[in-house]
């Protein structure tokens, strides 16, 4: 009876030896699991999610996820929607504990540029937050690096109506003001309402 103790009493040091060594290797390999999971991919699987986001300026953006790339998403705040790109994100709260699977070639190469261009194509009136401040206009056109946007905030128009442009004694119109942004100053698009 002796041995049969002695064989089982191993046999049960053995299984809580191998059990404790299987329960290390999990920790570390969902570790290294999380080690290599993007915040993009976090946002890609948080689609619908309420969150909220610190900008780097300290601005808070809050709405549901409506759509995400690898370096941007959408969130969408009532009817109001706000493209942020992820170099732009100091915190954020409430992302999926998940990740989506990794991104396809074509997101891949969906950076904020054609996003911009989409807007653009619709003549959307937006708010560009930068460091500096903000922009307000419609997308005019999107560069390499830039965003560039046609004045439409109803700025001084100098005593002339609308649609009158000073000549300044030059003899031909002036073009309404446009403002360039550089992409990498981009906090946040902002759609007006």
């Known amino acids: 009876m002796r041995w049969d103790d002695l064989f089982e009493d191993m046999e049960a040091q053995l299984a809580a030896m191998t059990r404790s060594e299987l329960d290390a290797r999990v920790e570390d390999l969902t570790r290294a699991e999380h080690a290599a999971v993007a915040l993009g991919a976090r946002l ?4 619908g999610s309420l969150m909220t986001v610190a900008l780097d300026d300290g601005t808070l953006v809050r709405g549901r996820v409506a759509s995400a790339a ?5 969130l969408e705040e009532g009817v109001r929607r706000h493209l942020v790109p992820l170099r732009a994100v100091a915190w954020v709260q409430g992302a999926a504990p998940l990740a989506a699977p990794g991104a396809g070639v074509v997101e891949r190469r969906l950076g904020l540029a054609p996003a ?3 807007l653009a194509r619709d003549r959307v009136r937006v ?6 401040g903000t922009v307000a206009g419609r997308i005019a056109r999107v ?8 004045d439409t905030g109803g700025h001084d128009t100098g005593g002339h109506g609308p649609g009158q442009a000073d000549l300044g ?4 119109p002036q073009r309404p003001a446009t403002t360039a942004v550089p992409l990498d100053r981009v906090l946040c698009v902002s759609e007006v309402v």
């Open 70 to 74: 690898e370096h941007w998403f959408e």
């Open 127 to 132: 708010l560009v937050r930068t460091r500096a």
């Open 116 to 118: 911009l261009r989409a």
């Open 143 to 150: 560069g390499k690096d830039y965003v560039e946007l046609d």
């Open 44 to 47: 890609r699987a948080s689609g």
């Open 169 to 172: 004694g030059w003899g031909r």
